[in-house]
């Protein structure tokens, strides 16, 4: 049962566009979500982040946005630049944990690519 | 600071070979978690270890286990194994016992085939 789905495997946007990517989960005890971002032969690296009492979190080209109701959230690029090219993971922790454990619920990417 | 080491980087095995991984995390940091990423499945949570007590397990069979040494290195071991069980296995280290988000670091990972 995946908890959290992203279902673009993949998103060809050209530089300077706006790249939206685009995460569903089912579980309403997710209490934080996160963004990694993963290069061939790297693990994954982090890129923002949200709690699930805020809507929006930004930094710098970097939006995520939480919509609770609808269990959706999406991260924002803008301008989009090559370098981004990458794959991108949406993360979730469960609260029901009570913040004991650092266990995180990950989708199963989507591959960007920037066109120049 | 050094970032997260695993060890090997690649192995290759045959079916029935068991396997241990090694994980050093950042100088500091007690927790450690494990990962597999599969093509398809994303990161699959494997177990997470916090001053050498295992606090939280996926729903992976007991061919898979782990621990960790008191200067919290951390290796797993996989017995037995499958052709499914290849991929790339990755280890993230934390300082904290509780989830601070911006400081679960991730090594590069131990790509694994199992022939």
């Known amino acids: 049962d995946q908890q959290v789905k992203q279902n673009s495997p993949s998103l060809s946007v050209q530089e300077g566009r706006i790249s939206i990517l685009n995460c569903d989960y089912t579980n309403s005890m997710f209490d934080y979500f996160l963004w990694y971002k993963k290069y061939p032969a790297e693990g994954p690296t982090f890129l923002i982040s949200i709690s699930s009492i805020k809507d929006k979190n930004e930094d710098g080209r970097f939006t995520v946005f939480l919509n609770k109701s609808a269990k959706h959230l999406s991260l924002h690029i803008v301008p989009s630049q090559p370098g981004d090219s990458a794959v991108y993971f949406c993360a979730a922790s469960d609260g029901s944990y009570g913040g004991a454990t650092n266990k995180l619920i990950f989708g199963t990417g989507t591959l960007l690519a920037v066109q120049p | 600071k050094a970032g997260v080491t695993q060890t090997p980087r690649y192995l290759i095995k045959t079916r029935g070979q068991q396997v241990t991984l090694s994980c050093s995390p950042i100088s500091g940091h007690r927790s450690v978690s494990w990962y597999q990423q599969t093509p398809g499945q994303g990161l699959q949570f494997l177990f997470e270890y916090f001053s050498e007590t295992q606090r939280n397990k996926g729903n992976f069979p007991g061919r898979f286990s782990g621990r960790q040494f008191s200067n919290s290195r951390s290796e797993m071991n996989v017995s037995t194994l499958e052709l499914g069980d290849s991929a790339l296995y990755l280890c993230?280290?934390?300082?904290?016992?509780?989830?601070?988000?911006?400081?679960?670091?991730f090594g590069p990972g131990t790509r694994l085939t199992v022939l």
């Open positions: 993230a280290s934390s300082q904290t016992g509780t989830p601070s988000y911006n400081e679960q670091f």
